[in-house]
């Protein structure tokens, strides 16, 4: 039989701060960190909460889940087990990307008595409307987040029927591309196709000697292969 879970009081005003950027020229340069950590500390200062420890996530997407983010799961695992009574953070897209992540967060803070505090929107969830707000923003946030999405791809689609490359070019030259299309349509599977390539020792378009289905595959859905069709 499993131990009820114990919920463990930290010192009031106390709080772990967790800050993150997404690329490695971000951690390298520190500047995005560094912001990070003056907004968190002025804020800190004017609320009368005293910071013990800082989490980072370095180079990691704010669209990985909290378990593959080691900063903030130790943010987490701080909160949870008494060290401190608040998570801080700069911005809400520092805490997660993800709508179901945030949504988690927010519950597990509610269910474990712990604060989650986001400095931009100036939420703070030790109360009512802190945690109200919190959920409102999150779900407002991926819905921007969708339509931005949706545009683009809407853009990119309208780009790709009036011919506009799209992506890298290709470096397969376009007689490799012909010939795969000719054999496709003269009812080649993708193996047979790939097969007598290798044969052929006729380079892929990264310079390597080893075609697979795969590979053919991705050169019959290419631009250069609609062109010639």
């Given at each position: 039989m499993?131990?009820?879970h114990?919920?463990?009081?930290?010192?009031?005003?106390?709080?772990?701060?967790y800050?993150r950027?997404?690329?490695?020229?971000?951690a390298?340069?520190?500047v995005?960190?560094?912001?990070?950590?003056?907004?968190?500390?002025?804020?800190a200062?004017r609320?009368?909460?005293t910071?013990?420890?800082?989490?980072?996530?370095?180079?990691?997407?704010?669209?990985?889940?909290?378990?593959?983010?080691?900063g903030?799961?130790a943010?987490?695992?701080?909160?949870e087990?008494g060290s401190?009574?608040a998570?801080i953070?700069?911005?809400?897209?520092?805490?997660?990307?993800?709508?179901?992540?945030t949504a988690?967060?927010i519950?597990?803070?509610e269910c474990?008595?712990?604060?989650?505090v986001?400095?931009?929107?100036?939420?703070?969830?030790?109360t009512?409307?802190g945690?109200?707000?919190?959920?409102?923003?999150?779900?407002?946030?991926h819905m921007?987040?969708?339509?931005i999405?949706?545009r683009?791809r809407?853009?990119l689609?309208v780009?790709?029927?009036q011919?506009?490359r799209?992506?890298?070019?290709?470096?397969?030259?376009?007689g490799?591309?012909?010939?795969?299309?000719?054999?496709?349509?003269s009812?080649?599977?993708?193996q047979?196709?790939s097969d007598a390539l290798n044969?052929?020792?006729?380079?892929?378009?990264?310079?390597?000697?080893?075609?697979r289905?795969?590979t053919?595959k991705?050169?019959?859905?290419?631009?250069d292969?609609a062109?010639?069709?």
């Amino acid at each position: 039989m499993s131990r009820p879970h114990r919920i463990r009081t930290a010192p009031s005003g106390t709080a772990v701060a967790y800050v993150r950027v997404s690329t490695a020229d971000q951690a390298e340069n520190g500047v995005g960190l560094d912001v990070q950590r003056v907004a968190i500390a002025e804020y800190a200062q004017r609320h009368g909460l005293t910071v013990v420890a800082e989490y980072a996530d370095e180079g990691i997407s704010g669209s990985k889940g909290i378990d593959q983010r080691p900063g903030l799961a130790a943010a987490v695992e701080a909160v949870e087990n008494g060290s401190a009574a608040a998570l801080i953070v700069a911005k809400m897209d520092r805490l997660s990307r993800s709508l179901v992540d945030t949504a988690t967060l927010i519950q597990r803070a509610e269910c474990n008595r712990w604060a989650l505090v986001m400095v931009d929107f100036d939420i703070d969830m030790r109360t009512p409307a802190g945690e109200f707000s919190a959920h409102v923003l999150a779900a407002s946030n991926h819905m921007v987040r969708r339509l931005i999405a949706e545009r683009t791809r809407a853009a990119l689609a309208v780009k790709k029927a009036q011919g506009v490359r799209l992506g890298r070019p290709s470096t397969i030259p376009t007689g490799v591309t012909a010939r795969i299309v000719a054999d496709r349509k003269s009812g080649m599977t993708l193996q047979a196709i790939s097969d007598a390539l290798n044969d052929e020792c006729v380079p892929t378009a990264r310079g390597g000697s080893m075609w697979r289905p795969s590979t053919v595959k991705a050169v019959l859905i290419s631009q250069d292969a609609a062109k010639i069709r």
